[in-house]
C-alpha cells in the first residue's frame, strides 16, 4: 500500500514562526502535492513537483514556500506564520501526472495564535 | 480560476436510501473526473473516476454518471450505509490541467 506520512497531526503556532510541514511517500512517487483544506472552500493546492528540486505554484502560493531536495520528501514552508494560515494541511502523491491517482496523508492541522 | 463547483454543500440521507451529489466544471479541457471520500481525521482516498469517453461507470453501489454537453458530472450511491457517512470531493483535471476540486459535500447516512 500507498504511505504518505505527514510529520505532525497537530500543530501550534505563533504569528511570525518559521513552520516546517513535511511529508515524505514511500512509492517512489514523482509528483508530490500540498494542499490546504478549509471548510466551504474545499482542497486548494499550494504547490506541487514534479521531480526532484522541481516545484510550480499551484492557487495560493502566496505566503508559502517549498523544497524538494530527495524525492521521496516534499516540504512546506511558511516564512512568517499568520493567522490566516491556520488551516488544515494535506500532502499528496501520484506516480504520474494529473490524471493519476493522488494518494493523501493524514493531514497536519495548524493553528497560528 | 477554473472552478468545479459541488452542490450540495450537506446532505442527509435515510439508510438504504440513494446519495447524489453533483458537480460542474467549466473547462473543457478537462478529461478526468475523479471522486474521492474523506472520513474525519483522515486524508480523501479516491473512490472512483471516469473519463468523458462514457457516460457512466459503476463500482459496487457507486457510480458516476458524466455529461458531456452539459460538462457535469454526479455521483450516485445506491442502497446508502451508515458507513458511507463522510466527506465527498469531486474534481477535474487531466493533460495539462492541474487538478481542482469542489468544495466538498458532508454526507450523514442516518441509521
Known amino acids: 500500500d500507498v504511505k504518505v506520512t505527514q510529520s505532525s497531526r497537530y500543530l501550534v503556532k505563533r504569528t511570525g514562526e518559521k513552520v516546517f510541514l513535511e511529508c515524505v511517500q514511500d512509492m517512489d512517487h514523482e509528483n508530490m502535492f500540498w494542499y490546504r483544506q478549509d471548510p466551504g472552500l474545499g482542497l486548494r493546492l499550494i504547490y506541487f513537483s514534479y521531480d526532484v528540486k522541481m516545484k510550480e505554484k499551484g492557487d495560493i502560493p502566496e505566503g508559502y514556500s517549498v523544497s524538494r531536495e530527495k524525492k521521496e520528501r516534499f516540504s512546506l514552508i511558511l516564512e512568517s506564520a499568520s493567522t490566516n494560515q491556520t488551516s488544515m494541511y494535506l500532502c499528496?502523491?501520484?506516480?504520474?501526472?494529473?490524471?493519476?491517482?493522488?494518494?493523501f496523508g493524514p493531514g497536519t492541522r495548524l493553528t497560528v495564535l | 480560476q477554473q472552478q468545479v463547483k459541488q452542490s450540495p454543500q450537506s446532505l442527509i440521507v435515510q439508510k438504504g436510501g440513494i446519495s447524489i451529489i453533483n458537480c460542474a466544471y467549466e473547462?473543457?479541457?478537462?478529461?478526468?473526473f475523479p471522486w474521492y471520500q474523506q472520513f474525519p481525521g483522515k486524508g480523501p482516498a479516491l473512490l472512483i473516476a471516469i473519463r468523458p469517453d462514457v457516460s457512466e461507470k459503476k463500482e459496487g453501489r457507486f457510480t458516476i454518471s458524466f455529461n458531456k454537453s452539459a460538462k457535469q458530472f454526479s455521483l450516485h450511491i445506491m442502497d446508502s450505509q451508515p458507513g458511507d457517512s463522510a466527506t465527498y470531493f469531486c474534481?477535474?483535471?487531466?493533460?495539462?490541467?492541474?487538478?481542482?476540486f469542489g468544495t466538498g459535500t458532508r454526507l450523514l447516512v442516518s441509521p
Open positions: 499528496a502523491s501520484s506516480l504520474q501526472g494529473t490524471s493519476d491517482t493522488q494518494y
Open positions: 473547462n473543457t479541457a478537462f478529461d478526468y
Open positions: 474534481a477535474a483535471g487531466g493533460g495539462f490541467q492541474k487538478l481542482v
